[in-house]
């Protein structure tokens, strides 16, 4: 093949293994099917060339689809060597021994205590290790003797697929304790809260007498855009609407995060309660 290539594209310099590597990259992703395949085949191989005769090339036609199929059936896993076969067998040790070390933690973890799976990346690499890992848990679902068994290899499984694949996931348990993550809208309320007060605390010392240019500048940007000067006659009942409208917003926004703590709560003790109830079954079992 590679002396072929190099009387096709003298112009173009590559090495046997590279070739190689190419034409397997080619069968694995399915770039042509079976029949576009055996076409480029008669193309780049005519016929009638000096040694080759029509009883010989109609073996070659008919073992030509099976060799493709096998080739995009097979899950390779590792770069293409000398040793490919070898280094697939471990390969696949490797992955046995994971998803038995992953089944067995599984069935040992309770519900609650799983670790949260993460999303995995749909790409030609993660597919053939699925598909690698589908024949070995054949020996694991026939001996299944309910859906909770069942759940727990197939949750097995998707944690073997995290791990040799490198996924990061998260290793605490999913229980019932609070997240300490805090959203972002709760930082920001929590901001403008305290914005909030301190703006209200400048425009009660402003009302009080306090004319200090850090305070007049303070007020004067509280007022900007509303058409209100410091020299007008009202300006004490502006100064009051505009204290009592910073303290309805402070209200609603400490009351939205209010409303979150407690359905926060109430979520939390009621994923806990569940997780009691299931480990008292299962005593009682």
């Not at 190419?22 to 694995?28: G, H, N, S, T």
């Not at 300490?180 to 009080?208: D, H, M, Y």
């Not at 007020?219 to 009051?240: C, E, H, W, Y």
Request: glycine share 4%; with cysteine.
């Amino acid at each position: 093949m590679h002396r072929l290539f190099a009387e096709l594209e003298p112009s173009v310099t590559v090495t046997e293994q590279n070739l190689a590597e190419r034409v397997r990259f080619i069968l694995r992703s399915n770039t042509f099917d079976v029949t576009e395949l055996e076409r480029l085949r008669r193309e780049a191989v005519p016929s009638s060339g000096e040694n080759a005769t029509a009883e010989d090339a109609a073996p070659q036609i008919a073992q030509q689809p099976a060799s493709v199929d096998a080739a995009v059936n097979t899950p390779v896993l590792v770069d293409s060597n000398d040793d490919g076969t070898v280094t697939l067998e471990l390969e696949l040790k490797q992955m046995r021994s994971t998803l038995d070390e992953a089944i067995l933690e599984t069935r040992s973890t309770p519900l609650e205590n799983r670790p949260r799976l993460p999303r995995i990346a749909l790409s030609k690499r993660n597919r053939a290790i699925v598909r690698a890992l589908n024949p070995m848990l054949v020996t694991y679902l026939e001996v299944s003797r309910d859906l909770c068994e069942t759940d727990s290899i197939l949750f097995g499984a998707t944690l073997a697929v995290c791990r040799i694949i490198g996924a990061k996931f998260s290793t605490a348990g999913r229980t019932t304790e609070q997240s300490s993550v805090i959203p972002t809208w709760r930082i920001r309320s929590e901001e403008r809260i305290a914005k909030a007060r301190a703006l209200i605390g400048r425009l009660i010392c402003f009302r009080s007498g306090n004319t200090r240019s850090r305070i007049v500048r303070t007020v004067r940007m509280a007022f900007s855009g509303k058409n209100v000067t410091l020299s007008q006659p009202d300006i004490m009942q502006k100064l009051t609407e505009r204290i009592d409208d910073l303290k309805q917003r402070i209200a609603a926004w400490g009351k939205r995060i209010q409303r979150y703590t407690e359905r926060s709560t109430r979520f939390n003790e009621n994923r806990l309660f569940q997780s009691d109830q299931k480990r008292h079954y299962k005593s009682l079992e």
